[in-house]
């Protein structure tokens, strides 16, 4: 079984500051490993995703996370947050080693982040 | 990019009637195609799963019987809510998968009165 868990319901950050939205997940195997931003009323967009070699994952829109496998951990980060990176935020993962046609995606909660201006 | 076009983006609809969401993959096939429900301010639910030509695979607790799904072709896959309920009030979000990954339709706001 795969499970994923976004401690905090809620991040609220400055403009201009660094801001880190966490997660850490549980699978059998090796995880991938996703990051994905939803707009009130709106799809999910894909931010990042982790699949193998470099721990220090580069993203879209200036975000970044780290996979630490000994931590189990997926941390989302971004150095100077923005007005227009508040929104909903989901970690997402799925075990790579998963069998044939067995592709499904496990969400946390999503974390609601807040930038003040 | 590949994209996933859905529609309607909101639909109100009549307790009693049906209502059909469409997704089609724009510029990719669509291997499979995941359908989920989001309540306000939570998670997405997966659910059901559907592999292009075949059968699809429910979530527990999903009714199949209800919540129709459709996946004739590598570019179209369909929910049809049956008989519509205001507990079926919510936010349905398709998910088309290929080699690359997933992508996501825009979702679709269904409101049942």
């Known amino acids: 079984a795969q499970s994923v868990a976004q401690p905090e319901d809620q991040v609220k950050v400055a403009e201009g500051n660094p801001l880190t939205v966490k997660c850490t997940y549980s699978v059998s195997g090796n995880p991938y490993l996703f990051w994905y931003v939803q707009y009130p009323n709106r799809g999910l967009q894909f931010l990042l995703k982790y699949i193998t070699g470099d721990n220090l994952v580069k993203g879209s829109y200036g975000f970044e996370a780290e996979f630490n496998k000994s931590q189990t951990s997926f941390h989302l980060k971004k150095p100077s947050a923005l007005v227009s990176d508040s929104a909903l935020y989901f970690c997402?993962?799925?075990?790579?080693?998963?069998?044939?046609?067995?592709?499904?995606?496990?969400f946390g909660k999503g974390t609601k982040l807040s930038v003040i201006p | 990019g590949a994209v996933v076009s859905q529609h309607p983006s909101w639909v109100i609809c009549k307790s009693g009637t049906s209502v059909k969401i469409e997704c089609r993959s724009l510029?990719?096939?669509?291997?499979?195609m995941f359908w989920y429900r989001q309540f306000p301010k939570q998670s997405l639910m997966l659910m059901a799963t559907?592999?292009?030509?075949?059968?699809?695979?429910?979530e527990q607790g999903v009714e199949k019987d209800k919540f129709l799904i459709n996946h004739a072709s590598l570019t179209l896959s369909t929910l049809t809510v049956t008989s519509a309920h205001p507990e079926d009030s919510s936010f349905y979000i398709c998910?088309?998968?290929?080699?690359?990954?997933?992508?996501f339709g825009s979702g679709t706001r269904l409101t049942v009165v």
């Open positions: 998910s088309g998968f290929d080699n690359y990954g997933y992508t």
């Open positions: 559907s592999n292009e030509g075949s059968k699809a695979t429910y």
């Open positions: 997402a993962v799925r075990e790579m080693d998963s069998g044939a046609g067995s592709y499904q995606l496990t």
């Open positions: 510029d990719f096939q669509a291997t499979t």
